[in-house]
Nanobody, 121 residues
Framework: QVQLVQSEGGGLVQTGGSLRLSCAAS????????MRWFRKTPGLEPEFVAA???????NYVDSVKGRFTISRDDVNHILYLQMNSLKEQDTALYLC??????????????WGQGTQVTVSS
């Protein structure tokens, strides 16, 4: 199994500011393929934010394209989300996610504990 621990890179930031979130993986890290960031606001389902495959292909939700950058360090097993030009609507609990399959019987999805990001004017 894969364990994900998110660092304390969130917090309160002003509109237009930047933050970088980190998510460290441990356990069955060689079995990790895709990694993703989601965000959740109270009362709503988690929203997909960004994804990165094992070969570095990225994908973003339209609302963050051009502002957020997802990246991964496969040597140290860390997933990043660089967030620039933050808007109030980016306020959410950000969760990292890793897809892994060591058994060959199907993917297992692991989640970080979440990092709160609050953007205010």
């Amino acid at each position: 199994q894969v364990q994900l621990v998110q660092s304390e890179g969130g917090g309160l930031v002003q509109t237009g500011g930047s933050l970088r979130l980190s998510c460290a993986a441990s356990g069955d890290t060689p079995c990790i393929s895709n990694m993703r960031w989601f965000r959740k606001t109270p009362g709503l389902e988690p929203e997909f934010v960004a994804a990165i495959t094992s070969d570095g292909t990225t994908n973003y939700v339209d609302s963050v394209k051009g502002r957020f950058t997802i990246s991964r360090d496969d040597v140290n097993h860390i997933l990043y989300l660089q967030m620039n030009s933050l808007k109030e609507q980016d306020t959410a609990l950000y969760l990292c996610n890793a897809e892994s399959d060591c058994s060959g019987y199907g993917s297992i999805f692991s989640w970080g504990q979440g990092t709160q990001v609050t953007v205010s004017s």
